[in-house]
């Protein structure tokens, strides 16, 4: 009976010494994942269609596609930026003209079809062409929609071209880096706009 006890308190100290180090592993990522929340923010771009939702208005609530120039015009109150801004900017803007005809307007700004959230991949892949970003997407990702490599393909120097603030930018990686070290060999999240060429 006394080995027993003695073999439950020393499992009941263990636990405690334990736990602190086992919430700070399950806190961790959580908080990682948090921290890089901002990082995805989704940012409107010409041709995405957006549903905006006046409350108690079903006259000016509607859907609108964003025009090349970046705008969307909305009646009553004509032109809004709308590329490059998130829906809650999108909606301060609008809330903010709507006060010259309505008391306390709230309008909520909806992505209903992101037309612009594409990436590109070109060259020897099974089926190249033009595949949607769903939630993220990494180069290893992109390569398996494309069907894969084709036989001729040159895994070890693929290209993969962004444009940033108009200024196009170029990363070089392997294949065989990607798959020793999946984190820091070059599987890469892919931003809209993206074009992988693979030789």
Request: hydrophobic letters at 45%; glycine letters at 8%.
């Amino acid at each position: 009976m006394l080995k027993y006890l003695r073999t439950c308190l020393l499992a009941l100290l263990m636990s405690l010494l334990c736990m602190p180090a086992i919430a700070q592993s399950v806190e961790k990522p959580a908080a990682e994942a948090k921290g890089n929340a901002k990082s995805y923010s989704y940012l409107v771009e010409a041709g995405d269609l957006l549903g905006i939702v006046v409350w108690k208005n079903e006259e000016l609530s509607d859907d609108y596609i964003v025009r090349p120039d970046g705008k969307i015009t909305i009646p009553l109150i004509g032109d809004i930026i709308a590329s490059g801004m998130k829906t809650d900017n999108i909606s301060l803007q609008i809330e903010l003209k709507l006060k010259e005809f309505i008391d306390s307007p709230f309008v909520t700004v909806i992505v209903r079809n992101a037309a612009s959230n594409l990436v590109y991949v070109l060259g020897e892949v099974r089926n190249p062409g033009v595949y949607r970003i769903q939630g993220s997407l990494t180069v290893l990702q992109v390569i398996a929609l494309a069907g894969g490599f084709s036989e001729f393909a040159n895994r070890e120097k693929m290209v993969l071209i962004r444009q940033e603030k108009g200024i196009q930018k170029k990363f070089n990686f392997s294949f065989k880096n990607i798959i020793r070290s999946p984190e820091g060999g070059g599987n890469i999240l892919l931003m809209r706009g993206d074009t992988l060429v693979v030789p």
